[in-house]
């Protein structure tokens, strides 16, 4: 193997090769239709699907437009940055803190509008650890940035989880970012909705645009524009987000495409300083919009918020001369005329008791209590106070136009955007494994094989349902299909534990040759290089409320080394390689795909693991069952049969220990992955019933199922030999195992 097409460890990538990005015809369509429609179809698209091409391709063309608007910058050490940084954080902050000072009512509509950006902080590092940059030391240090912001998986004490409990103390209470009308409820306007979804376009291509994560990673962090809103600590001090910039930029100095890295971490570094100068104007204009409103606009604008569902409720209640039902069912409402008309109504004319009936009605008992809030509620009771003590009608209503000037600017540049990268093009058919492979693993540059891996990855769980029914006479698992409860799936994973796992471990008495040893190892490797890969999309911004998700999530960060390169298993197994003179490319690289040390029909394992993990909504059920079966099989007989052929040839045991200490049943990932089924299937059954526990109980077996399709191969092969000879007896349990991973 030529030595350039090597892959030394340590991994000091700065960037991975640009290469165009494919996207099907199709996904051309729909995504020119996502972008010509409003901003909000925009920020839905990228938030609300994470498994469709469609997605991918809005993102590359969001990236475009605001990336092409960034402006060159001169060279710069870290400490340059972050001073530049400080400056601007210095002439932000006088704003900031006006804003937080404001009157309550101000106050809180400035903190609804920027809660779209505070509540999706740091999605960009969501999967920039993935199968294609694993194991990167920059990777791994922002991961370990990441696992800090994440609560080091426990949601609760994590940076998100923060801001909000800070929301919620200062009077801002919204749905979860995911929800269908988030946006709404944050009156977000245009401006502040094309800002997060630039954010969430970078978290859909981070291994594409790593240069940019490392630059709006440690912007974010440095300017802290939430934290001085909110009022609050910084969960990631800037000292600890510019260590990883002083480190990427030294790394920059040893790569080839360095010196393009930096121009292109630096552009993105000028750009969110933009993009937060922008937003603060807008708050600010915002604010004094807001404090600018007569008490009769401030009505109007709760009449605006409540009229698309108030009309139809008053069919018989007229206001002037026309009904309510038409004056509030027109687009748009004419509301300056409707508050002089709603002024002069009888409806606000004091009753015998000195109150009026629309104050009656909006009050405990009354036939509109409850449809206005308390904030509302008094703005009314002080607008019917003021009309009744004859204060003057004041109609001329400013509209408001926050940021809408900067906003219709990055709209055009979206709708005109047209990356040169981008190629459309149906994905090609009848790939063989190697190729397919290739694709799956470098997805941001092939989403137009998506469909094609989500297929794969069905078809692989299809096929493993045949253990269903003759599982048990697996030599490392058993698949045989069972009705769950917690205690029946903690009895089959002890005795799979115990019966073929422990206690037929005998040490080898004759240990295999040097060049035997090797081949063996090389039958795992394929599989050890996307170590965790399975979960790499668990618990992505919008997905991590459930316990399992956070659960998951821990396991996969324990596979990355939870930030430290060291203990990564991917570096690990290269290191195993390393110590038998095998040198592999990177998995991303093309020379992967002519690679001679790791045979052809080992592919198939990795290739359904893969494509599992690029379908984390589809398959959650199938993945939680497939992190099962992979975790278990760390333990055992196997496990230590290997690390004593290793030893004997004095050969690297570092994966091999990992897996048996991490693994381990009692407390370590094989324990946690079944306690990570019960916790969701009790979630199930207290939303859905005992019907809907077993119907998810069977998807996932099915994921546990097609771990054991690729584990048991001798078995598969007699049991397929059977179907074909039905009256052959049943299979018995094989003497040996022909593993595929």
């Known amino acids: 193997m030529n030595a350039h097409t090597e892959f030394p460890l340590p991994d000091l990538t700065t960037s991975l090769p640009r ?50 608007a960034a402006p060159s910058q001169p060279r710069a050490d870290a400490d340059a940055i972050a001073a530049w940084l400080e400056q601007t954080r210095t002439e932000l902050a006088p704003d900031l803190f006006a804003l937080r000072e404001a009157a309550p009512e101000t106050r809180e509509l400035v903190l609804r509008q920027r809660a779209p950006l505070a509540l999706l902080g740091g999605c960009w590092l969501d999967t920039v650890s993935q199968a294609a940059t694993q194991p990167s030391v920059i990777v791994n240090r922002l991961f370990g940035q990441y696992f800090h912001l994440q609560g080091e998986g426990i949601p609760q004490r994590g940076q998100l989880a923060r801001r909000r409990r800070a ?95 930096r121009r292109r971490t630096l552009a993105a570094i000028a750009l969110v300083l933009r993009l937060e100068r922008e937003h603060t104007a807008l708050l600010t204009e915002l604010a004094a919009w807001h404090e600018g409103l007569s008490l009769d606009a401030r009505v109007a604008q709760i009449v605006a918020r409540h009229a698309p569902f108030a009309g139809r409720q008053h069919r018989s209640v007229r206001m002037g001369d026309r009904l309510l039902s038409d004056w509030l069912g027109s687009e748009p409402v004419d509301l300056a005329a409707f508050i002089a008309e709603f002024r002069a109504s009888r409806q606000l004319r004091p009753g015998r008791d000195g109150t009026c009936r629309f104050l009656k009605s909006i009050k405990f008992g009354g036939p509109m209590f409850g449809i206005f809030d308390e904030r509302e509620a008094a703005t009314f009771t002080a607008w019917a106070h003021a009309v009744e003590a004859g204060e003057p009608a004041d109609l001329d209503f400013a509209a408001n136009t926050a940021g809408d000037d900067r906003a219709d600017a990055w709209a055009e540049a979206l709708r005109r955007t047209a990356p040169e990268d981008v190629v459309i093009a149906d994905a090609e058919s009848g790939l063989d494994d190697r190729r397919l492979f290739h694709r799956v693993v470098n997805v941001e540059q092939y989403p137009h094989i998506l469909a094609t891996a989500r297929d794969r990855a069905e078809a692989g769980l299809t096929d493993a349902e045949i253990l269903f029914t003759h599982g048990a006479g697996g030599r490392l698992t058993n698949a045989e299909y069972f009705d769950y409860t917690p205690e029946g799936l903690m009895e089959r994973v002890e005795r799979v534990y115990w019966d073929k796992l422990v206690d037929p471990y005998q040490p080898l008495t004759e240990i295999p040759d040097r060049d035997e040893v090797i081949f063996e190892q090389t039958t795992f490797a394929l599989g050890s290089l996307i170590d965790g890969s399975w979960a790499h999309r668990i618990g992505n911004l919008g997905r991590n409320h459930r316990q399992s998700d956070a659960m998951l999530f821990g396991i996969y960060a324990d596979e990355m080394g939870r930030g430290d390169v060291t203990k990564n298993h991917i570096t690990l197994i290269h290191q195993v390689l390393a110590s038998m003179d095998i040198h592999l490319p990177h998995i991303r690289q093309p020379e992967f795909l002519e690679q001679g040390d790791l045979p052809d029909h080992l592919y198939g394992f990795s290739i359904h693991q ?29 496990r230590l049969h290997e690390i004593q052929k290793l030893r004997r040839h004095k050969f690297d045991v570092s994966y091999e220990e990992a897996h048996l200490s991490i693994d381990n049943f009692s407390a370590g990932h094989a324990r946690q992955s079944a306690d990570i089924i019960v916790s969701y299937l009790d979630d199930v059954r207290r939303h859905s019933g005992d019907a809907a526990v077993q119907q998810e109980w069977r998807r996932i077996w099915r994921g546990y199922a097609s771990f054991a399709y690729f584990v048991e191969h001798q078995l598969v092969k007699q049991v397929r030999a059977q179907e074909r000879t039905p009256a052959a007896s049943a299979p018995a349990p094989p003497d040996d195992v022909d593993l595929l991973i």
Do not use: W
């Open 19 to 68: 290469a165009p990005f494919h996207f099907s015809p199709k996904a051309a369509e729909e995504a020119a239709a996502v972008i010509a429609g409003e901003p909000a179809g925009i920020f839905r698209q990228l938030l609300g699907d994470q498994e469709s091409e469609t997605t991918l391709l809005v993102a590359r063309r969001t990236l475009e437009a605001f990336l092409s």
């Open 167 to 261: 929301l919620t103390e200062l009077g801002v209470h919204l749905p979860e970012i995911e929800a269908s009308d988030f946006l709404r409820q944050a009156e977000a306007r245009p401006l502040t909705v094309l800002h997060a979804a630039f954010h969430l376009a970078l978290s859909r291509l981070p291994a594409s645009f790593l240069p940019e994560v490392i630059g709006v990673h440690y912007a974010m962090a440095a300017l802290g524009i939430d934290d001085l809103l909110l009022g609050t600590e910084p969960h990631l001090p800037e000292a600890e987000a510019r260590t990883v910039l002083a480190d990427y930029l030294s790394l920059t100095d040893q790569s080839p495409t360095g010196d393009a890295d």
């Open 610 to 638: 893969v494509c599992l993990s690029l379908f984390p909504d589809t398959f959650y059920n199938e993945i939680l069952g497939y992190n099962l079966g992979i975790e278990m099989f760390g333990l055992g007989e196997m």
